[in-house]
């Protein structure tokens, strides 16, 4: 009896969330239609493709195809880490990615205080539009911005020492100069777009709050502190999480576009490596094997990070 009753009950239990999902489906019908557009993007452009990292561990010929090619396990994985190269890769790419986890990622939360701050709205709106505008701009553009004022030869900024009686300073082809102009680069490029999801989070945030700090004394600043930071918290940790699935990418045509002879040591980093073996160099099953290590230390940091983040008591992402 006890178990005819317990099968019974797990029955009608199933039974309830089915009956639940397809009352939730009749009455958000209009916004699960919105989100398939979605869902196919994800599936054609992201799931479909995923089958490609099968080549990885064969040696793959475009003639044989994926289904015929030869396996050849962990081999180019192992060709990969004894390869000489994987340590100025790594290096490379886990500095750039910490400067700008460092120097970048907080610049969109101090921006989006103090436009939270300003209460002339025609102000603040012209403001935000002006830094938005950067985030529109190709990086070829933002590299060629970049030669106009930092070259040697007849750069503006060079040519302004040199008016001021100071000597030409190397920009782009000093290496100790290269890592740090190009998380400049990704400042000035995308530190406004960053804005739009932090200033989103703090509409959210009660202005009772805000009342009840004024009450006790706080001024503007310690408002900020303890009642914006603080209502902002998970969202800022969500974008964090998200921001240390992708530290292994520092952006190819970035890096490819303002790379030369001089720094090449300091500006091969995984992208570049992948596109130099896998695209010109045909090396097809190789360069996936570099991606999907990649992608695999991406997906580790997530899963670590989010692990973490629930630990300490918050969402995550997931």
Same mark, same amino acid.
């Given at each position: 009896?006890?178990?005819? #009753?317990?099968?019974?009950?797990? /029955?009608?239990a199933? +039974?309830?969330?089915?009956?639940?999902?397809? %009352?939730?489906?009749?009455?958000?019908?209009?916004?699960?239609?919105?989100?398939?557009?979605?869902?196919?993007?994800?599936?054609?452009?992201?799931?479909?493709?995923?089958?490609?990292?099968?080549? /990885?561990?064969?040696?793959?010929?475009? @003639?044989?195809?994926?289904?015929?090619?030869?396996?050849?396990?962990?081999?180019?994985?192992?060709?990969?880490?004894s390869?000489?190269?994987?340590?100025?890769?790594?290096?490379?790419t886990?500095?750039? %990615?910490?400067?700008?986890?460092?120097?970048?990622f907080?610049?969109p939360?101090?921006?989006?205080?103090?436009?939270?701050?300003?209460?002339?709205?025609?102000?603040?709106?012209?403001?935000? #539009?002006i830094?938005?505008?950067?985030?529109?701009l190709s990086?070829v553009?933002?590299?060629?911005?970049?030669?106009?004022?930092?070259?040697?030869?007849?750069?503006?900024?060079?040519m302004?020492m040199? %008016?001021?009686?100071?000597?030409?300073?190397?920009?782009?082809t000093?290496t100790?100069t290269?890592?740090?102009?190009?998380? /400049?680069?990704?400042i000035w490029?995308?530190?406004?777009?960053?804005?739009?999801?932090?200033l989103? &989070?703090?509409t &959210?945030?009660?202005?009772?709050l805000?009342?009840?700090?004024?009450?006790?004394? /706080?001024?503007?600043? !310690?408002?900020?502190?303890?009642?914006? !930071?603080?209502?902002?918290?998970s969202?800022?940790?969500?974008?964090?999480?998200l921001? !240390?699935?992708?530290?292994?990418?520092v952006?190819?045509?970035?890096?490819?576009?303002? #790379?030369?002879? &001089?720094?090449?040591?300091?500006?091969?980093?995984f992208?570049? @490596?992948?596109?130099?073996n896998?695209?010109q160099?045909g090396q097809?099953? @190789?360069?996936? &094997?570099?991606?999907?290590?990649?992608?695999?230390?991406?997906?580790?940091l997530?899963?670590?990070?989010?692990?973490?983040? +629930?630990?300490?008591?918050?969402?995550?992402?997931?």
């Open positions: 009896m006890d178990t005819q #009753s317990t099968a019974l009950q797990s /029955a009608t199933e +039974k309830k969330k089915r009956n639940a999902l397809l %009352s939730d489906l009749r009455r958000d019908k209009y916004l699960y239609l919105l989100v398939i557009p979605g869902i196919i993007f994800f599936i054609v452009f992201k799931y479909v493709p995923m089958w490609g990292i099968i080549i /990885a561990f064969q040696e793959y010929s475009p @003639y044989a195809g994926i289904w015929s090619s030869e396996w050849v396990g962990l081999e180019h994985f192992i060709r990969f880490f390869n000489p190269d994987f340590y100025l890769l790594f290096r490379n886990m500095m750039i %990615s910490l400067l700008n986890l460092v120097f970048f907080p610049l939360i101090v921006l989006s205080l103090l436009l939270n701050e300003v209460n002339n709205q025609v102000f603040k709106r012209l403001i935000q #539009s830094v938005y505008l950067p985030h529109f990086w553009i933002i590299v060629g911005i970049s030669f106009l004022l930092l070259s040697q030869s007849s750069g503006v900024i060079n302004m040199v %008016s001021l009686g100071f000597p030409k300073y190397d920009f782009l000093n100790d290269f890592w740090g102009l190009l998380v /400049a680069q990704n490029k995308e530190t406004g777009w960053g804005t739009i999801i932090i989103a &989070a703090i &959210a945030v009660d202005p009772q805000y009342e009840a700090a004024k009450m006790d004394g /706080a001024n503007r600043w !310690l408002q900020a502190w303890h009642v914006t !930071l603080p209502g902002i918290r969202v800022i940790l969500v974008l964090l999480i921001r !240390l699935g992708h530290i292994m990418d952006g190819f045509e970035q890096v490819f576009l303002m #790379s030369n002879g &001089a720094v090449a040591k300091y500006a091969d980093v992208e570049t @490596y992948v596109y130099r896998g695209i160099s097809f099953s @190789y360069s996936t &094997a570099v991606g999907l290590f990649k992608s695999v230390v991406g997906l580790i997530v899963v670590f990070a989010n692990k973490l983040a +629930k630990r300490l008591g918050e969402e995550g992402v997931y």
